[in-house]
C-alpha cells in the first residue's frame, strides 16, 4: 500500500465518521474510494478525505445527499481544469454561490438556537442556585 493511501479506518479516525457512514456515501456515489488493495481493501486519498470533509460539514446544516452530490458535481467540474465555457464557468460558480448563501443562512438559524438553548441553560442553572435562606443539599427547601 502506497503511503498516499489510507485504509477506510484511518479515514474514519480523522473525518470523525464511522466505517458504515463512509461505506453509505460510496453507496450513494458521494465518494468513491481512488484505489483498492490487492485484498480488496478501500483505499482514500487526502482528496477523498477533503470531500469526506466537505460532505460531513454539510451534514449538520441540513443539506440532503442531492444537495451534496451536486454541490460536489460543481466543485469537481470546476477543479478538474477542462474546457469550460464562459457560460458553464459561471453557471457552476452560480450552484456553488447558492449553496454558500443556504450554508449561511443554516448558520444563523443555528446561532438563533444556540443563543436560545445557552438563555434556557442559564434559566435552569439560576433556578438551581441556592438562593437567601435555602439549604443546597436539602433540594432548595428551607432547614
Known sequence: MSSEHMQIGEV???TGLSLRTIR???ETGLVTPSARSQ???RL???ADVARLMVIRRMKPLGFTLDQMRDLLE???RLDAGGELTDAERDALLGRIRGYERDAAEQVE???TQLARAEDFAATLRE???????LDPG???TRP
Not at 433556578?127 to 435562606?133: D, N
Open 12 to 14: 474514519a479516525a480523522r
Open 24 to 26: 453509505h456515501y460510496e
Open 39 to 41: 485484498g480488496g481493501f
Open 44 to 46: 482514500y486519498t487526502e
Open 74 to 76: 460543481a466543485t469537481d
Open 109 to 111: 438559524k443555528l446561532r
Open 127 to 133: 433556578r438551581l442556585a441556592p438562593g437567601p435562606g
Open 138 to 140: 436539602s433540594g432548595g
